[in-house]
Protein backbone atom coordinates (compact mmCIF):
# COMPACT_ATOMS: atom_id res chain seq x y z
CA UNK A 1 0.00 0.00 0.00
CA UNK A 2 1.57 3.49 -0.77
CA UNK A 3 0.59 7.10 1.15
CA UNK A 4 -1.85 7.85 -1.59
CA UNK A 5 -3.65 4.16 -1.05
CA UNK A 6 -4.01 4.31 3.04
CA UNK A 7 -5.01 7.81 2.73
CA UNK A 8 -7.84 6.94 0.49
CA UNK A 9 -8.80 3.66 2.25
CA UNK A 10 -9.16 4.71 6.07
CA UNK A 11 -12.10 6.50 6.91
CA UNK A 12 -12.21 5.61 10.74
CA UNK A 13 -14.93 6.87 13.16
CA UNK A 14 -12.40 8.48 15.42
CA UNK A 15 -9.07 9.35 13.39
CA UNK A 16 -5.68 10.27 14.80
CA UNK A 17 -5.90 13.02 12.22
CA UNK A 18 -8.31 14.56 9.79
CA UNK A 19 -6.95 15.61 6.66
CA UNK A 20 -8.71 19.43 4.68
CA UNK A 21 -8.18 20.24 1.33
CA UNK A 22 -8.08 24.25 0.97
CA UNK A 23 -8.23 25.02 -2.55
CA UNK A 24 -8.53 28.52 -2.33
CA UNK A 25 -5.59 31.25 -3.78
CA UNK A 26 -7.83 34.39 -4.11
CA UNK A 27 -6.33 35.97 -1.14
CA UNK A 28 -2.77 35.77 -2.54
CA UNK A 29 -0.98 38.82 -3.13
CA UNK A 30 1.74 37.62 -5.66
CA UNK A 31 -0.11 35.14 -8.86
CA UNK A 32 -1.20 31.86 -7.66
CA UNK A 33 -3.05 28.68 -8.70
CA UNK A 34 -2.55 27.51 -5.44
CA UNK A 35 -6.06 25.63 -5.34
CA UNK A 36 -4.62 22.94 -7.64
CA UNK A 37 -2.74 21.56 -5.02
CA UNK A 38 -4.68 19.66 -2.59
CA UNK A 39 -5.79 17.06 -5.71
CA UNK A 40 -1.61 17.23 -6.85
CA UNK A 41 -0.85 16.40 -3.12
CA UNK A 42 -2.59 13.22 -3.01
CA UNK A 43 -1.60 12.11 -6.56
CA UNK A 44 1.61 13.11 -5.09
CA UNK A 45 1.36 10.42 -2.12
CA UNK A 46 1.25 7.45 -4.38
CA UNK A 47 5.18 8.08 -4.74
CA UNK A 48 5.47 7.24 -1.10
CA UNK A 49 5.34 4.41 1.33
CA UNK A 50 3.84 4.04 4.75
CA UNK A 51 6.63 3.01 6.04
CA UNK A 52 8.38 5.93 7.93
CA UNK A 53 12.50 4.30 8.61
CA UNK A 54 12.92 6.90 11.23
CA UNK A 55 10.47 6.01 13.48
CA UNK A 56 10.06 2.42 12.26
CA UNK A 57 6.96 3.06 12.13
CA UNK A 58 3.91 2.37 9.28
CA UNK A 59 1.71 5.05 8.93
CA UNK A 60 -0.69 2.63 8.30
CA UNK A 61 -1.74 2.12 11.93
CA UNK A 62 -2.61 5.41 12.40
CA UNK A 63 -6.27 6.28 11.87
CA UNK A 64 -6.28 9.03 9.23
CA UNK A 65 -9.35 10.46 7.75
CA UNK A 66 -9.71 12.24 4.13
CA UNK A 67 -12.49 14.72 4.97
CA UNK A 68 -12.11 15.79 1.16
CA UNK A 69 -11.67 19.48 -0.27
CA UNK A 70 -13.44 22.80 0.16
CA UNK A 71 -15.04 23.93 -2.81
CA UNK A 72 -12.16 26.11 -4.45
CA UNK A 73 -12.48 30.00 -4.48
CA UNK A 74 -11.69 30.23 -8.64
CA UNK A 75 -15.19 31.88 -9.18
CA UNK A 76 -15.37 34.22 -5.83
CA UNK A 77 -15.23 37.39 -6.02
CA UNK A 78 -12.26 37.43 -3.07
CA UNK A 79 -11.01 35.35 -0.26
CA UNK A 80 -13.78 35.73 2.05
CA UNK A 81 -16.11 33.04 1.36
CA UNK A 82 -13.18 30.41 0.74
CA UNK A 83 -12.12 31.56 4.27
CA UNK A 84 -15.24 30.82 5.34
CA UNK A 85 -15.71 27.40 4.03
CA UNK A 86 -12.17 26.06 5.23
CA UNK A 87 -12.92 27.71 8.78
CA UNK A 88 -16.65 25.34 8.49
CA UNK A 89 -14.52 22.47 7.43
CA UNK A 90 -11.95 22.50 10.05
CA UNK A 91 -14.45 23.16 12.82
CA UNK A 92 -16.32 19.95 11.68
CA UNK A 93 -12.30 17.66 11.39
CA UNK A 94 -12.07 19.30 15.21
CA UNK A 95 -15.34 17.83 16.00
CA UNK A 96 -14.05 14.48 15.25
CA UNK A 97 -11.30 14.57 17.83
CA UNK A 98 -7.76 14.03 16.63
CA UNK A 99 -5.64 16.67 14.75
CA UNK A 100 -6.26 18.80 11.72
CA UNK A 101 -4.28 19.29 8.82
CA UNK A 102 -4.60 21.42 5.87
CA UNK A 103 -3.44 20.96 2.94
CA UNK A 104 -3.79 24.78 1.09
CA UNK A 105 -3.95 26.72 -0.60
CA UNK A 106 -2.30 30.48 -0.24
CA UNK A 107 -1.56 30.93 3.52
CA UNK A 108 -4.61 32.84 4.18
CA UNK A 109 -5.95 29.32 5.31
CA UNK A 110 -4.32 29.68 7.87
CA UNK A 111 -6.40 32.29 9.79
CA UNK A 112 -9.67 30.64 9.87
CA UNK A 113 -7.57 26.75 10.22
CA UNK A 114 -6.24 27.88 13.31
CA UNK A 115 -9.65 30.30 14.46
CA UNK A 116 -11.74 27.02 14.15
CA UNK A 117 -9.26 24.90 16.50
CA UNK A 118 -9.34 27.49 19.11
CA UNK A 119 -12.96 27.64 19.07
CA UNK A 120 -12.85 23.80 19.56
CA UNK A 121 -10.72 24.06 22.41
CA UNK A 122 -11.45 27.77 23.77
CA UNK A 123 -9.92 26.91 27.23
CA UNK A 124 -6.65 26.03 26.15
CA UNK A 125 -3.72 28.60 26.21
CA UNK A 126 -2.85 28.56 22.12
CA UNK A 127 0.02 29.10 19.99
CA UNK A 128 1.32 29.87 16.37
CA UNK A 129 4.73 27.94 15.15
CA UNK A 130 5.01 29.30 11.66
CA UNK A 131 7.86 27.93 9.20
CA UNK A 132 7.91 30.76 7.54
CA UNK A 133 10.49 33.21 5.40
CA UNK A 134 8.25 36.12 6.27
CA UNK A 135 6.73 37.48 9.24
CA UNK A 136 3.43 37.94 7.33
CA UNK A 137 2.73 41.14 9.76
CA UNK A 138 1.70 43.11 6.49
CA UNK A 139 -1.07 45.79 8.00
CA UNK A 140 -4.89 44.98 7.05
CA UNK A 141 -5.54 48.19 5.19
CA UNK A 142 -6.06 46.49 2.03
CA UNK A 143 -8.23 43.46 3.62
CA UNK A 144 -6.91 40.56 4.38
CA UNK A 145 -4.61 38.22 2.07
CA UNK A 146 -1.68 35.58 2.52
CA UNK A 147 0.66 38.48 4.03
CA UNK A 148 -1.24 39.36 6.33
CA UNK A 149 -1.79 36.30 8.43
CA UNK A 150 0.07 36.43 11.82
CA UNK A 151 -1.04 40.17 12.60
CA UNK A 152 -4.92 39.19 11.63
CA UNK A 153 -4.51 36.75 14.80
CA UNK A 154 -2.06 38.48 16.55
CA UNK A 155 -4.42 41.29 16.27
CA UNK A 156 -7.81 39.41 16.96
CA UNK A 157 -6.67 38.49 20.13
CA UNK A 158 -3.79 35.45 19.83
CA UNK A 159 -0.49 37.21 22.33
CA UNK A 160 2.17 38.17 19.91
CA UNK A 161 4.55 36.52 23.05
CA UNK A 162 2.69 32.87 22.01
CA UNK A 163 3.89 33.08 18.32
CA UNK A 164 7.15 31.83 17.55
CA UNK A 165 8.47 31.95 13.59
CA UNK A 166 11.56 29.79 12.27
CA UNK A 167 12.84 30.14 9.22
CA UNK A 168 12.29 33.97 8.15
CA UNK A 169 14.70 34.97 5.44
CA UNK A 170 16.94 38.07 6.07
CA UNK A 171 15.53 39.40 2.54
CA UNK A 172 12.47 38.53 2.90
CA UNK A 173 10.64 41.35 5.08
CA UNK A 174 10.36 44.67 4.94
CA UNK A 175 11.68 46.72 7.99
CA UNK A 176 8.12 47.66 9.15
CA UNK A 177 6.34 44.17 9.33
CA UNK A 178 9.96 42.64 11.28
CA UNK A 179 9.24 45.69 13.64
CA UNK A 180 5.99 45.07 14.42
CA UNK A 181 6.54 41.49 15.16
CA UNK A 182 9.23 42.45 17.37
CA UNK A 183 6.95 44.99 19.37
CA UNK A 184 4.25 41.84 19.89
CA UNK A 185 6.65 39.96 21.27
CA UNK A 186 7.23 37.56 18.62
CA UNK A 187 9.53 34.53 18.99
CA UNK A 188 11.61 35.06 15.73
CA UNK A 189 14.46 32.32 14.70
CA UNK A 190 15.71 33.28 11.58
CA UNK A 191 16.82 30.30 8.88
CA UNK A 192 20.61 31.27 9.66
CA UNK A 193 19.90 29.83 13.30
CA UNK A 194 18.31 26.37 12.29
CA UNK A 195 21.39 26.00 9.57
CA UNK A 196 23.65 26.56 12.80
CA UNK A 197 22.04 24.85 15.89
CA UNK A 198 19.65 22.62 14.08
CA UNK A 199 15.49 21.78 14.33
CA UNK A 200 16.32 20.34 17.23
CA UNK A 201 17.56 22.88 19.78
CA UNK A 202 15.59 25.38 17.56
CA UNK A 203 12.13 23.98 18.92
CA UNK A 204 13.58 23.70 22.34
CA UNK A 205 13.92 27.08 22.22
CA UNK A 206 10.49 27.62 20.84
CA UNK A 207 8.96 25.89 23.35
CA UNK A 208 10.75 27.35 26.29
CA UNK A 209 9.40 30.46 25.17
CA UNK A 210 6.00 29.60 24.43
CA UNK A 211 5.09 27.61 27.40
CA UNK A 212 7.09 30.64 29.47
CA UNK A 213 3.74 32.62 27.96
CA UNK A 214 1.41 30.08 28.69
CA UNK A 215 1.14 28.04 25.44
CA UNK A 216 -0.40 24.62 25.93
CA UNK A 217 -2.06 24.07 23.08
CA UNK A 218 -0.28 24.69 19.13
CA UNK A 219 -1.38 25.10 15.61
CA UNK A 220 1.97 24.82 13.02
CA UNK A 221 1.72 26.59 10.05
CA UNK A 222 4.20 25.05 7.69
CA UNK A 223 4.69 27.64 4.72
CA UNK A 224 6.41 25.72 2.14
CA UNK A 225 8.43 29.05 0.68
CA UNK A 226 10.63 28.97 4.09
CA UNK A 227 12.32 25.92 1.96
CA UNK A 228 15.36 27.09 -0.26
CA UNK A 229 13.68 28.03 -3.67
CA UNK A 230 15.70 25.12 -5.38
CA UNK A 231 13.77 22.70 -3.35
CA UNK A 232 10.30 24.63 -3.03
CA UNK A 233 10.03 26.04 -6.76
CA UNK A 234 6.44 26.27 -6.58
CA UNK A 235 6.40 28.51 -3.56
CA UNK A 236 6.03 32.10 -5.43
CA UNK A 237 7.93 33.46 -2.27
CA UNK A 238 10.67 31.01 -1.84
CA UNK A 239 14.12 32.29 -1.69
CA UNK A 240 17.55 31.28 -2.10
CA UNK A 241 18.97 30.83 0.96
CA UNK A 242 16.17 29.40 2.90
CA UNK A 243 15.72 26.67 4.53
CA UNK A 244 17.18 23.32 4.39
CA UNK A 245 14.30 20.28 3.23
CA UNK A 246 16.07 17.88 5.36
CA UNK A 247 15.55 20.42 8.31
CA UNK A 248 11.92 21.16 7.44
CA UNK A 249 11.14 17.40 7.51
CA UNK A 250 12.86 17.40 10.77
CA UNK A 251 10.72 20.09 12.34
CA UNK A 252 7.83 18.30 10.76
CA UNK A 253 8.47 15.15 12.67
CA UNK A 254 9.59 16.73 15.43
CA UNK A 255 6.09 19.24 15.85
CA UNK A 256 3.65 16.19 14.61
CA UNK A 257 5.09 14.14 17.90
CA UNK A 258 4.68 17.56 20.02
CA UNK A 259 1.83 17.03 22.58
CA UNK A 260 0.46 20.55 21.69
CA UNK A 261 0.26 20.50 18.71
CA UNK A 262 -3.33 19.79 17.81
CA UNK A 263 -3.44 21.22 14.24
CA UNK A 264 -1.12 22.37 11.49
CA UNK A 265 -1.31 23.23 7.33
CA UNK A 266 0.52 23.21 4.44
CA UNK A 267 0.44 26.32 2.66
CA UNK A 268 2.05 28.23 -0.27
CA UNK A 269 2.56 25.93 -3.03
CA UNK A 270 1.19 25.87 -6.36
CA UNK A 271 1.66 22.67 -8.21
CA UNK A 272 0.84 24.10 -11.06
CA UNK A 273 3.99 25.93 -11.04
CA UNK A 274 6.45 22.81 -10.03
CA UNK A 275 9.42 21.64 -11.68
CA UNK A 276 10.22 18.24 -11.57
CA UNK A 277 7.72 17.16 -8.65
CA UNK A 278 9.87 18.36 -6.72
CA UNK A 279 7.96 20.66 -4.41
CA UNK A 280 5.01 18.37 -4.33
CA UNK A 281 7.51 16.28 -2.96
CA UNK A 282 8.67 17.85 -0.16
CA UNK A 283 4.64 18.72 0.64
CA UNK A 284 4.00 14.88 1.07
CA UNK A 285 7.61 14.37 3.26
CA UNK A 286 6.51 17.67 5.79
CA UNK A 287 2.72 15.51 5.77
CA UNK A 288 4.03 12.17 6.23
CA UNK A 289 6.94 12.89 8.57
CA UNK A 290 4.45 15.21 10.60
CA UNK A 291 2.01 11.78 10.97
CA UNK A 292 5.02 9.61 11.49
CA UNK A 293 5.71 11.60 14.84
CA UNK A 294 1.99 11.96 15.36
CA UNK A 295 1.61 7.87 15.41
CA UNK A 296 4.71 8.13 18.08
CA UNK A 297 2.30 9.87 20.59
CA UNK A 298 1.10 8.20 23.13
CA UNK A 299 -2.65 7.44 22.91
CA UNK A 300 -2.74 7.37 19.16
CA UNK A 301 -4.21 4.69 17.58
CA UNK A 302 -1.38 2.86 16.69
CA UNK A 303 -0.54 2.93 20.29
CA UNK A 304 -3.48 1.62 21.74
MN1 LIG B 1 3.61 32.94 4.74
Redesign the pocket.
Known amino acids: MNAREWLASAQPEFPDISLVGAPVSRASISPSQAWTTPPAFRETLARFPTWEAAHEIDLAELAIRDTGDVADDRGDADGVAGRERVRTACAEAAALGGGVFVVGGD?SVTVPAMQALMASRPGDGWGLV?L?A?H?CRPLDDGPN??T?VRELIEAGLPGKRVAQIGIHPLGNDLDNAQWAREQGVHVYPVREVRLHGAHAILHEAQLALTGAGVTSLYVDF?L?CADRSEAPACPASLPGGMAAADLIQFARLLGNHFGVAGADI??VDASADLADTTMRLAACVFLSFCAGYACRQGSQSRR
Do not use: L
Open positions: NTDHDNGVDDTE
